[in-house]
């Protein structure tokens, strides 16, 4: 089995920064595409980063210019960094991995959440 376990949530002020992490464990033999997704209250979840296992990133419009994902492949983690926190920013943030396993076909896992609070 993978495991993903976020870390990082907190309550934060408006124009604050944050840094979520999320780390695998388990049975890997590969990690492909790693990502981060968001889901507040009453919303769909919708994606908000995603980087390959060689690096090229992807962003949500909303994001673009305040949040920076990146990843440390001999640790199995990608991170989050945001910065300019907007109120809009509040969510359960999910960290998603695409992970091969030896023997095994490619399967999506997703970690259990962390809750991002933006409020002054």
């Known amino acids: 089995q993978v495991q993903l376990v976020e870390s990082g949530g907190d309550l934060v002020q408006p124009g604050g920064s944050l840094r979520l992490s999320c780390a695998a464990s388990?049975?890997?033999?590969?990690?492909?595409?790693m990502g981060w997704y968001r889901q507040a209250p009453g919303k769909q979840r919708e994606l908000v980063a995603t980087i390959t296992a060689g690096g090229s990133t992807n962003y949500a419009d909303s994001v673009k210019g305040r949040f920076t994902i990146s990843r440390d492949n001999a640790k199995n983690t990608v991170y989050l960094q945001m910065n300019n926190l907007k109120s809009e920013d509040t969510a359960v943030y999910y960290c998603n991995a695409d992970v091969e396993r030896l023997f095994r076909a490619r399967n999506d896992y997703w970690g259990q959440g962390t809750q991002v609070t933006v409020s002054s």
């Open positions: 388990g049975s890997i033999f590969r990690i492909w595409a």
